[in-house]
Each structure stands twice: as structure tokens, then as C-alpha cells.
């Protein structure tokens, strides 16, 4: 089958067959939370900014990472503002699409002396993911295990993951993904990407690349409940910090430092592309954020199997659920 298809052809048979597959699945916000998650442990204390884990993500990656088609289509309304790093594909000292995991550093004071910590950054993987539940196109996904994905053949860019994200982690890049043959100006300007945490590499029995490469063993993955016991050990004994054991409700990331997560918070760099270590109250407790997702549910359904069939009528292939398609297995 012919790998070109028409925002007509689309539009005629695609709304009908979603609706039609989407009985069949259930919808990304609607999902039972899993019962085993995966939880990665960082002790900062350990990590001495060598950036082995950034390389390694990076290249692992590669194949995830988008290839966009220029010269981008305008936009109308002129709501949805460019996002272009692809000519910016080696910048590593924030999150792009094209860097889904950062050092960020920080200059502070233990026991009146000064020193240098630096901490890996990158998707916090929520166990009650915001970015999941709120994503009206269904491209937003939690995977059994815990991990949080955004499907590349099905999103459509709208950003309202980096919205509602605590710490507004996925990143667009335009001129990528299905808006371009279906709604090129009037969607959402490209796709979202983000940290999966290797979860291609987890479902064969693989640590995922960042812990693989670490020089230092900073990171410790395992289940949440196990995780969860040794970091509050590991914290008493050393007189540490726990950072994402409470925040949003709890992370399948979390921190250990030496010194408390306030004084790390006034010590980085923040910005876009440059997550913050605040306090971060349940997102999904908000009475409003939960009422949208039991709104969003059945559309987000609809949308995500639409998005099924279009891709069934483009490759003439039914791309399996679990992860983006561009890449190989």
C-alpha cells in the first residue's frame, strides 16, 4: 500500500473506524493505575557530571528522534509558535527534542563548606501522570510498569502535556507528525518528546541506557515499593533528602541529596527546558483536573484511535500499542 495518504481520504473513513476501535480499547485517561511501577533511585551524592548518561540516552535514541520537513507550514491562527531544534540537535545542557536527559549543576554550602553537586535530569514518570491523564489526542500513555510515553505517529503537538507537566517536561519540535497530512495549520504544530526511559530496552530485560553507561552507579531501578525502602535508608543513614517520593502525588523518580531540595532549587539554573525542584502538590487531586480527565477520556479514545487508522492506511501495517513507532523493536 501506497505510504502517501490524503487529509480527505483521512477525514472519510477515519472518524468511523476510530470510533469503532476505540470500543475496542480502553482509553489513555481512563487506564487502571498499574499495580507494580518501576521506580529509578538517583543518589546525587554519587553523580560527578561526567555525562556518560546523557551520550548514552542520546545515542540510543537516535532513532526516536524526530526528522522534520521543511519549510514548516504557517500556522493559522498564529497561536502555535515555532519549535525548531533541529538545527540545534547537540545542545545537552537542557531538554530538547533532541535531549531528553541533562546535567543540571549547583553550587552549595554543607557543614560551611562550598561544593559542587550535579543531578541528572529528566521525565519525572508520575505514578498518577497529569501529562497522561489530560492529553486530549490519547498520544500520551502509562505503560504497565509505570513508565510514561507520547506515542510520535499520533500526537499532535498541542503541547497540553508541557502544560500540565510540575515541571513542564516534554519539549515540541515542528514539521514532524501526522498534522501535516491532516490539519497542517490548524493543529498543533508537531510532536512531543520526552524521556521513555528505554522502555523498548526494559521490556527485553535491559537497564535503560543512562543507568547502563553510568560510571558511577547513581542510579538504581527496581519496584516502587523496594525503591522507595532502601532510598528512606539510604536517607536516614547518610542524613539525605528524598525528592519525588510525595511530589505530585509521587514519582517513579526520585532524588537523594545531601543537602535539602530547597537549597538545590535556589541553586539551578531554571527555565524552559530547565525543570526546577520545587514542592509539587497532586496535580490530579485539583477537582477541575479530574473532571477533565473523565471528560477527556472517551475523546482522547476516539482521537487515539484515529490516529491507529491512519497509520494502518499509511504503512498498511497495524503498529502495535506500547510505544512510538519509529523505531525498531
Known amino acids: ?37 518501576l521506580l529509578t533511585l538517583i543518589d546525587i551524592s554519587k553523580c560527578i557530571g561526567c555525562e556518560a548518561c546523557v551520550d548514552a ?21 498564529k497561536r502555535v509558535p515555532v519549535a525548531d531544534w533541529s538545527d540545534k540537535q547537540n545542545v545537552s545542557d537542557r531538554l530538547t527534542p533532541y535531549n531528553w536527559l541533562f546535567i543540571q549543576n549547583a553550587s552549595v554550602e554543607i557543614d560551611g563548606e562550598e561544593i ?7 521525565c519525572m514518570h508520575c505514578v498518577n501522570p497529569p501529562c497522561v491523564k489530560l492529553c486530549p489526542f490519547g498520544s500520551a500513555r502509562q505503560l504497565e510498569n509505570g513508565i510514561s510515553i507520547i506515542k510520535s505517529d499520533i500526537c499532535l503537538g498541542g503541547s497540553k502535556c508541557k502544560a500540565v507537566c510540575p515541571w513542564h517536561i516534554p519539549e515540541r519540535q515542528t514539521g514532524v507528525g501526522i498534522y501535516l497530512d491532516i490539519l497542517p495549520s490548524l493543529a498543533g504544530n508537531g510532536v512531543m518528546y520526552k524521556c521513555d526511559r528505554c522502555y523498548n530496552k526494559i521490556a527485553k530485560g535491559e537497564l535503560p541506557a543512562c543507568i547502563e553507561e553510568c560510571p558511577e552507579n547513581v542510579q538504581t531501578i527496581g519496584p516502587r515499593d523496594e525503591i522507595i525502602k532502601q532510598a528512606q535508608n539510604l536517607a536516614k543513614e547518610t542524613k539525605g533528602y528524598i525528592y519525588g517520593e510525595k ?29 526546577h525542584l520545587k514542592p509539587v502538590k497532586d496535580t490530579m487531586e485539583n477537582a477541575n483536573n479530574l473532571a477533565a480527565a473523565m471528560f477527556i477520556a472517551p475523546f482522547a479514545g476516539v482521537a487515539a484511535a484515529a490516529g491507529k487508522y491512519y497509520q494502518i492506511v499509511k504503512t498498511g501495517e497495524k503498529n502495535d500499542e506500547g510505544g512510538p513507532s519509529n523505531e525498531s523493536e
Open 1 to 37: 500500500m501506497s505510504k502517501e495518504i490524503s487529509r480527505r481520504t483521512f477525514l472519510k473513513g477515519g472518524i468511523a473506524s476510530a470510533c469503532t476501535l476505540a470500543i475496542s480499547g480502553t482509553p489513555a485517561a481512563a487506564e487502571k493505575k498499574p499495580d507494580i511501577q
Open 57 to 77: 540516552c542520546r545515542e540510543v535514541n537516535a532513532e526516536k528522534f524526530p526528522d522534520p520537513k521543511k519549510p514548516f507550514p504557517k500556522m493559522f491562527p
Open 116 to 122: 559542587d553537586l550535579t543531578i541528572p535530569r529528566r
Open 247 to 275: 511530589e505530585n502525588g509521587g514519582t517513579n523518580t526520585i532524588y537523594i541529596s545531601p543537602v535539602p531540595f530547597d537549597k538545590l532549587n535556589n541553586a539551578i539554573e531554571k527555565g524552559n527546558g530547565k525543570p
